[in-house]
């Protein structure tokens, strides 16, 4: 139907749709009187979620997640909280309340439980589109209670956060307790098995003797390569000695021998010369002889002493050598020994510092959690307390009048077409297609205004003779 058949319909049916329109603005405003007048006390939190928590450090990750306004929102809504508000505000103890109870339920079920669903229903809990602030709107007939309750659901809301977030914590603590006396009972067993080994082994802590005796086998290592080339260039002396002992250096470069070589070759010449003048028998010649033989005896033995000198040295050479080859091995036992002794104590070492390790780490653990047991603060903080409000939340005038008007103009135009639809009349030329299912051949001004045209009546009559087939009536004819 279209808006010009529409208002033909509502130039002749207006009446009725006028009546319609009164009557649903009588009624709304009827019911808008009747309605009893209830008032909204309306409380604000803010939730921070982005400053680090004061005793771990660090921001919360579950803070950062989507759903944890969600979350909050929940909690708030809850019958923990909400039983938390109704023994705050003392709603169980109200007689009145409990007669209503009686009443509503015959004494069955929780009496609590139903104060708590009652506050639910007119409970209403919002989160603020793309922020961190949760709205808390109670409604009731009394404006002192609406804004109590709304801000005794609140106080309890952050009481809850509270218990929530130390509940596990001493649950935590408690348990951290426990294995932080059986992590300390470890360190104690371990500090006392090193103890008792470095006691019975002579180790201390702090002293210097493995390096004092790693050192004095490196000494010794040096000394032993030292006197075994010395022993071994000793020894080949003894054997050139041996061979050809009144050749080696040190024979020739010895004074001895060479002041005895000396005197010995300048008796030789002497003798060769008076033997040749005086002859074998002379007793001078006899006499330097004689001398020539005691220095040759002399020369021999000085060589022989020097030759045994080789041969003493190198015996104290190898001997030595021996004796350091024997402080060497002792020496290499002693400090393998000790090696071995400081590997054991440094296994213990190392059991008592992974034992203090973990004992830290659980005693920092309990500090944290009673730090987060015995917490105070949340991160939830008050925004705004609800406060008795002036104005009644419902019913609300101005908007029960609006969807009046706007429903009574709907049920009135919808009341005209319904009896045009009854009894329905041509009013306009789509109504010919429409209704009739016939094509238009003419229009025919109204009658009134036809005949006050001088001239058209007989012209009126004839058309309306060759398309009707009669003559036509007039109205006002």
Known sequence: MSLSQILSILRVRWRSAVVVFLLIIGLVAALTLLMSKKYTGIASVVLDVKSPDPIAGVVLPGMTVSGYMATQVDVLQSDRVVLSAVRALRLNQDPDLKAAWQDSTEGRGDFESWIVEGINRRLDVKPGKDSNVIMVAYTAKDPDVAAKTANAVVKAYIDTTLQLRTEPAKQFNSMFDETTKAQREALETAQARLSAFQQSKGIIANDERFDIENARLSELSTQLGVMQATATESEGRQREAAVRGDQMQEVLSNPMVTTLSA????????????????????????????????????????????????????????????????????????VLQMKSLRDEAAVLQRDV??????????????????????????????????????????????????????????LGIATAVLRERRDWRLRADADVFEVLNQPLLGVLPEGPRLLQLPGRRRTLRTVAERVLGRPPTLIGN
């Open 353 to 410: 510092e992974n034992a203090q390790k973990v004992y830290d780490a659980g005693f920092g653990k309990l500090n944290q959690s009673t730090m987060e047991s015995q917490a105070t603060q949340t991160n939830v903080s008050v925004l705004k307390t609800a406060t008795s409000p002036p104005f009644p939340s419902s019913p609300r005038v101005g908007l029960n009048v609006a969807i009046g008007v706007l429903l009574g103009l709907v």
């Open 263 to 334: 005197d010995l070759a300048r008796l030789q010449a002497r003798l060769y010369e008076i033997s040749q003048r005086l002859g074998d028998k002379h007793p001078d010649v006899q006499q330097l002889r004689a001398n020539i033989d005691e220095l040759k005896t002399r020369l021999n033995t000085e060589k022989s002493r020097i030759t045994g000198s080789i041969t003493v040295n190198n015996s104290v050479n190898q001997s030595r050598l021996e004796s350091l080859r024997s402080a060497l091995a002792t020496q290499r036992s002693k």
